[in-house]
């Protein structure tokens, strides 16, 4: 079983960055790949980006190409989303998501623990 709590959403204008953290409780955080997944209003949850257990493997979305970056502190049990040049169509909830495998999934139903949520906002 695995808890996890992000944190770091909030608002900021067009242009700017965040940092995103979610912190998962549990001795074998290294066993999981991590996901970061956003939902806006009335929008369905869709993959941001997900990271292989050590780190090594990384897939992004095409919209976070470039802009975003994801990376884990295993000692830490963290995951972090780094997001700079942000658009208002990245306005939505982020969700950290949790899979016990070694591959990378881009779908919500191959997750199998999630979050509750940070909402980021960004102004135009």
């Known amino acids: 079983q695995v808890q996890l709590v992000e944190s770091g959403g909030g608002l900021v204008q067009a242009g700017g960055s965040l940092r995103l953290s979610c912190v998962a409780s549990?001795?074998?955080?290294?066993?999981?790949?991590m996901g970061w997944f956003r939902q806006a209003p009335g929008k369905e949850r869709e993959f941001v980006v997900g990271?292989?257990?050590?780190?090594?493997?990384?897939s992004y979305a095409d919209s976070a190409k470039g802009r975003f970056t994801i990376s884990r502190d295993n000692a830490k049990n963290t995951v972090y989303l780094q997001m700079n040049s942000l658009k208002p169509e990245d306005t939505a909830v982020y969700f950290c998501?949790?899979?016990?495998?070694?591959?990378?999934?881009?779908?919500?139903?191959?997750?199998?623990?999630w979050g509750q949520g940070t909402q980021v906002t960004v102004s135009s």
């Open positions: 990271i292989s257990w050590s780190g090594g493997i990384t």
């Open positions: 998501a949790a899979r016990l495998s070694v591959l990378v999934a881009t779908t919500t139903s191959d997750y199998n623990y």
């Open positions: 549990g001795r074998t955080f290294s066993r999981y790949t």
